[in-house]
């Protein structure tokens, strides 16, 4: 059901952007409710777990996370968090591998039953930057096969990570290191929402109520 979930949320995101065409307005804000809910789920839960496991090498880990989002976003160009530039003639190849790359690494944490409030909080993220991806891809010259075959992808990405992370010796002997690593990442890409939310620094009422709105959801669900 998990798995399912979080593939349907792409696609749920795939038919916003084809059948309402959403404005850049509306994709922001929800962008802010996504990145707050993600940042309040990271720090509520996440958190204490890595940390009660008595591994006084946590804090490493995460920095390490956060190094890796750094680089990933230097090849994605910031499409974790809202923002795909692209004015070239040759399709980003590089930016897709990045951002696939980061939707299967946040699905690895998911093989653990018991993080059902990160779940969710994977979910509501993934539905903006779908939308964003999508209108990307829309815009772009690249044919409607092609667009389709790209989100499928990415829609498969979060899911794969799940099943290989239930599988894999490794990542299952290594799992409170590796979601360490999945909060940095997560840290990294909530508090750039957040704190982009506002452009030239100006107040936004409509992006500050979804930011109350997805800590506030966060707490009580």
């Given amino acids: 059901m998990n798995l ?3 593939f349907l949320s792409v696609i749920f995101g795939v038919g916003i952007v084809y059948l309402l065409k959403p404005k850049p307005r509306f994709t922001q804000v929800l962008l802010s409710f996504s990145g707050a809910y993600l ?3 990271t720090i509520t839960h996440l958190l204490p777990e890595v940390f009660y496991s008595g591994n006084k090498n946590m804090g490493i880990f995460i920095i390490l996370g956060l190094l890796i989002q750094l680089i990933m976003d ?3 160009k910031g499409a974790e968090h809202g923002h795909i530039h692209h004015h070239g003639t040759n399709f980003p190849v590089i930016l897709f591998v990045s951002l696939f790359l980061h939707a299967f690494m946040e699905g690895i944490p998911l093989a653990n039953d018991e993080h059902q409030e990160l779940l969710w909080a994977i979910v509501v993220h993934k539905i903006p930057i779908t939308i964003v991806l999508g209108s990307f891809l829309v815009h772009s010259k690249a044919s409607f ?3 389709i075959s790209l989100l499928f992808l990415f829609a498969l990405m979060s899911p794969l990570g799940s099943v290989i992370g239930a599988n894999t010796d490794f990542i299952i002997n290594y799992q409170t ?3 360490a690593i999945i909060i940095g990442i997560f840290l990294h890409i909530s508090t750039i929402i957040i704190f982009e939310s506002s452009e030239n620094h100006k107040f936004n009422i409509a992006k500050f109520v979804a930011i109350v709105l997805g800590f506030g959801v966060a707490m009580i669900f």
Avoid: D, N, P
């Fill in 177 to 179: 290191e590796i979601t």
């Fill in 145 to 147: 096969v092609k667009c």
């Fill in 39 to 41: 940042l309040a789920i």
């Fill in 4 to 6: 399912l979930v979080l």
């Fill in 74 to 76: 230097y090849f994605s």
